[in-house]
């Protein structure tokens, strides 16, 4: 095993001299703000500035959450929209049917059509 500084590699590798982010990872049990705080200061502290932002895990997973929970509203609605407007065809079709054959529904009633006959020819 090969043990290294990590300034030295990083400089080896990345030709970096400097950290582009850091990850931290707390108890299960610990207070994510608390720690988040504890952290800003720290860091506040050492580099004398705030020249950094954090990302906390639980914020992005709570915007994905209310996102997701958006689109299936949209969806949702898409699809109501649109059942609506299917049944609306479909009812516009039939009253056109029946319309178009007013005068031969009254000849097949004149002559003792039953209601039932008269149904299963817009079938």
Known sequence: MLWSPYTTVMHQITGE???????????DNANTRVAEKGLAELLKARHGTEDFFMNNSDSIRQMVESTTGTMKLLISSIALISLVVGGIGVMNIMLVSVTERTKEIGIRMAIGARRGNICSSFD
């Open 17 to 27: 001299s400097h950290t582009n982010s850091i990850t931290v990872k707390i108890k």
